[in-house]
């Protein structure tokens, strides 16, 4: 949410700079997330300084130019050249001194050097208003009438309005903060001002021309709904204060009658809607419409109503959906004369359903669908009335009809003093509470020993219980105002501490990260046409969306290549390199037994391993340096005894299955060449899919830390000829039964195929670590363990040792 600052000060005080009203704001719960200075005009007059012109003399090379000595403050005055027929001693000008940049009304910016223009020196600039982009005449240089003393920066004579934009992370809960006045009463509350609305004293109808009769059908859905007609309404271009108020906040100005509505919902929080009288004819109905009704909105989009969509309605169609978008044919136009104003409050179920479902999002589904306050109907359409008589010209021609069958009232909530301190960690004073109470709008009714009773106004639609009204005080009171308790808690350390999904994948992910891989967060909604047009199902149909916003968010994803693709190609394409990437994410699908959803972890690697370097080569990423990785991370969810399985998988050109405790755990291999070549992807992609529940469940949170062993490790190295379909997994196997006892680790160091062999084998080179932790291994144990490996690689692999 977009908020000025100068529009803010229309109804508060505010002696302090935007940065500390920014700070206030974010302790009262409205997180300004940013705080963006405006200008009136590019540059802001930088450089820009008030002087005098003390001489004037013809240029002795040039008719057309003249020579000027000119007092800009400093030690000296400064000779300038210039060119404006107007120039004459004792004016007061603006001057652009060397260095400045001068940001002109048409064309690009452009920066004062000193010069010699033809053969006399100029050291600065007499300025005409096109040329600082204050207006568009070049006929002569701008003459000031003023006593200001030279030097003076010339923002200080034009007195240029500059502004501060607050971005407001607005939560789902502040729906009365979404507005000017909703921000200046949290302001209010925390620094003890009081709010200035904007008087509707002077509200008179002005005639009885124009009578409109109003019907709502259904009060659920529009509990109040007021409205009044205007005549003589002068459609044009709005004033420039209306137009600057509204582009202040990021809103394209559009005519006087809408600019007012939109005006009035950003400044009190209450949408408008302005009808053609014309095409309301004299009755106006709030109701629905059978289910498939058409209407064509404002945007020229036929759409297809549901039996839940509020409608306004004339006699015999619609006119509106109500509380997210008009007509094609109701709204204002440049020959409107006479309007109806509606000003209304809507069910925010309602709008939510109907904003959803014909995926409109707009300032007034925005506050519609999160709760407006019933009881600003009638205010926010007199405001409005006025501002229109005084930039559209406009009568009002008729009373207020609102039509309000069940008021909604305050809301009472039962507070205990016990509860409050509770609650907020201390113990508060009833007269501070009741204070900050009073600044909200919530009022004391009555009052016990043990507690009290608060009334709570509609508007504050978040505020239903007791804890709620707890959480109003203490973000007055301050957050940072909760001093630490003086004593800490007794507590003790669990052998086996509770496990937690959010920390595995923290330390996951750290670990990934460690490791050169970078975090990525996709959307679950992806593209069908992904999957249809290679035929993968996945075991079963995906799941559709019935509200997609669009073909590419159709489906929720079957598997997280195809997003993850995505980001790789987006980095391809912006010369990144070396692309190592890992996410935590679900995938979905329909089976028989119904809807599942499964939580994965997804690696991807593709490009280079590393920069380039004067000091080595860079070489492609590859199959193992992947699985290196899923190694470190199964390693680290204790998924011992896992299997790597060869496996035929749609996804994959070739790859492996990995099995943990005859479950599948995941896949890893090269993607299909085909996938990469869609996404405009040259390089080879590796991709890993672990099943992240399964190794959460597998990961033990407890860890052993164990000393240095004391005694020495020895190596061994091993040449074995091998057949080809032989796997590293079927010699840590052999390994594993053999030589387990002394046998701490085992690498391949070097694999060879090729020239020297015989068909169909492969040679490995294997290092071999011995240890035993409690003493020094002998010569003959060594020999034992490596003769015991030998005989169990030739007998159970077929292995040839080269000796």
């Known amino acids: 949410m977009t908020i000025s600052y100068n529009w803010l000060k229309e109804y508060i005080d505010l002696p302090e700079s935007p940065e500390t009203i920014a700070e206030t704001l974010t302790s009262t719960g409205l997180e300004v997330e940013s705080v963006h200075h405006t200008e009136a005009v590019r540059g802001g007059l930088k450089g820009l300084v008030i002087g005098q012109v003390l001489t004037c003399a013809k240029h002795p090379n040039a008719d057309k130019l003249s020579l000027t000595t000119v007092d800009v403050g400093g030690p000296a005055p400064l000779p300038i050249v210039c060119g404006a027929p107007n120039v004459a001693a004792g004016q007061k000008v603006v001057v ?30 007499i300025c005409a208003e096109d040329e600082i982009g204050l207006g568009e005449s070049h006929a002569g240089i701008m003459v000031l009438d003023t006593t200001l ?44 001002r009081e709010v200035r609305w904007p008087s509707v004293d002077s509200f008179k109808v002005d005639n009885h021309d124009l009578a409109i009769s109003v019907v709502v059908e259904n009060t659920e859905a529009c509990p109040r709904y007021s409205g009044l007609t205007l005549t003589g309404v002068q459609v044009k271009e709005s004033p420039e204060w209306l137009k600057n108020r509204l582009q202040s906040i990021g809103l394209t100005p559009i005519n006087n009658v809408v600019d007012v509505t939109n005006f009035i919902c950003h400044e009190l929080g209450q949408p408008l809607h302005a009808f053609d009288a014309q095409q309301t004819g004299s009755k106006v109905i709030v109701k629905t419409l059978p289910m498939g009704s058409k209407f064509t909105t404002l945007d020229g989009k036929e759409r297809e109503l549901t039996a839940q969509d509020l409608m306004i309605c004339n006699a015999t169609e619609g006119m509106c959906i109500a509380g997210v978008f008009g007509g094609i044919t109701s ?99 009833r007269t501070e509470i009741k204070d900050i109470l009073q600044r909200l709008d919530i009022a004391v009714t009555s009052e016990t020993t043990e507690g009290f009773t608060v009334s709570v106004p509609p508007y504050r639609v978040d505020v239903e219980q007791e804890a709620d009204v707890v959480e109003e005080i203490l973000r007055i009171h301050g957050f940072n105002n909760i001093e630490l308790s003086e004593s800490t808690k007794a507590d003790y350390l669990s052998d086996f501490p ?12 750290e670990l990934l990260a ?22 993968l199902t996945f075991g079963g149909a995906p799941v559709e969306i019935l509200n997609k916003l669009s073909e590419e968010q159709g489906i929720l994803r079957q598997t997280m290549l195809f997003t993850g693709l995505e980001v790789l190609a987006h980095n391809f394409n912006r010369k990144q390199g070396e692309l190592k990437f890992f996410e935590f994410g679900r995938v979905y699908g329909r089976r028989e037994k119904g809807f599942y959803e499964e939580e994965r ?39 011992v005894g896992y299997v790597l399985e060869k496996t035929e998988h749609p996804l994959l050109d070739y790859g492996m299955r990995i099995r943990l405790r005859k479950r599948d755990a995941g896949i890893i291999g090269k993607v299909r060449a085909s996938f990469g070549r869609e996404f405009g992807i040259k390089s080879e992609i590796f991709y890993a899919d672990l099943d992240a529940h399964l190794l959460f469940q597998s990961a033990n949170p407890k860890f052993d830390m164990q000393e240095v062993p004391k005694f020495p490790e020895v190596k061994r190295d091993l040449s074995l000829v091998i057949d080809r379909s032989v796997t590293f997994d079927d010699i840590r196997a052999v390994v594993g039964s053999t030589g387990k006892n002394l046998i701490t680790d085992v690498t391949v160091f070097d694999v060879y195929e090729g020239e020297n062999l015989p068909p169909g084998k492969k040679a ?23 003769n015991g490996l030998m005989a169990g690689f030739e007998k159970r692999l077929g292995a040839v040792i080269r000796k």
Request: hydrophobic fraction near 35%; include cysteine.
């Open 764 to 786: 490995y080179a294997l290092a071999f670590t011995l240890l035993d932790p409690t003493k020094t291994l002998t010569d003959e144990e060594i020999d034992k363990t490596m």
């Open 331 to 429: 709204g204002v136009k440049e020959t409107t004369t006479s309007i109806f104003l509606e000003s209304a409050c809507f069910s925010p179920a309602y709008i939510r359903r109907s904003s959803t479902h014909h995926q409109l999002k707009t300032d007034a589904a925005f506050r519609f669908a999160r709760g407006t306050d019933p009881n600003l109907t009638v205010y926010a359409l007199k405001r409005a009335a006025l501002l229109l008589k005084e930039v559209a010209g406009a009568k009002i021609s008729s009373e207020i009809v609102d039509i309000y069958p069940k008021k909604i009232e305050n809301r009472v909530v039962s507070m205990k003093d016990r509860n409050i301190s509770r609650l907020i960690g201390k113990t508060l004073p």
């Open 498 to 509: 509770e496990q937690d999904i959010n920390t595995y994948r923290r330390r996951t992910g």
């Open 149 to 192: 003393p030279n030097g003076t920066p010339a923002s200080r004579y034009f007195n240029l309005p500059s502004d501060a934009i607050f971005e407001i992370g607005l939560t789902p809960n502040r729906a009365d903060a979404a507005s000017h006045i909703g921000v200046a009463r949290d302001i209010k509350a925390a620094k003890k």
């Open 514 to 535: 460690s490791n050169g891989f970078f975090e990525i967060l996709t959307n679950s909604l992806t593209h069908a046409a992904y999957q249809q047009k290679h035929g």
């Open 96 to 125: 652009a001194v060397p260095g400045t940049t001068l940001y002109p009304t048409k064309g690009e910016p452009f920066t004062i050097k000193s010069a010699k223009i033809r053969g006399e020196q100029s050291e600065g600039m």
């Open 601 to 639: 972890l997804a690696l991807y690697m593709a490009g280079r391993m590393e920069a380039e370097s004067w000091q080595r080569k860079p070489r492609e990423a590859g199959y193992y340096d992947l699985v290196q990785a899923v190694h470190a991370v199964l390693e680290k969810s204790n998924a």
